[in-house]
């Protein structure tokens, strides 16, 4: 067992992400993502397509609030 002052890992803050409504489907999706992206830092085309990758699934996915202004 680590202790907390021995980190070995990146912290999600998934309650933003289940606000949106992402589930498990989705964490996954964001972690394949983040590996992807620290083993590919070099690669600016690779980002671009994740980047672009990223936003789609957002779209699916919307603030509240950017939600309930565009419904208004």
């Known amino acids: 067992e680590r202790k907390p002052m021995d980190p070995s890992g990146v912290r999600v803050g998934t309650p933003a992400l ?7 489907d ?5 972690g394949a993502w ?5 083993q590919h830092a070099d690669d ?3 980002l671009q397509r994740i980047r672009g990758e990223v936003r789609e699934m957002c779209g699916h996915f919307p603030v509240p609030a950017s939600a309930m202004i565009c419904s208004a």
């Open 18 to 24: 289940t606000t949106r409504g992402m589930g498990a």
């Open 26 to 30: 989705e964490m996954r999706r964001i």
């Open 34 to 38: 983040m590996l992807d992206a620290l």
């Open 44 to 46: 600016a085309e690779r």
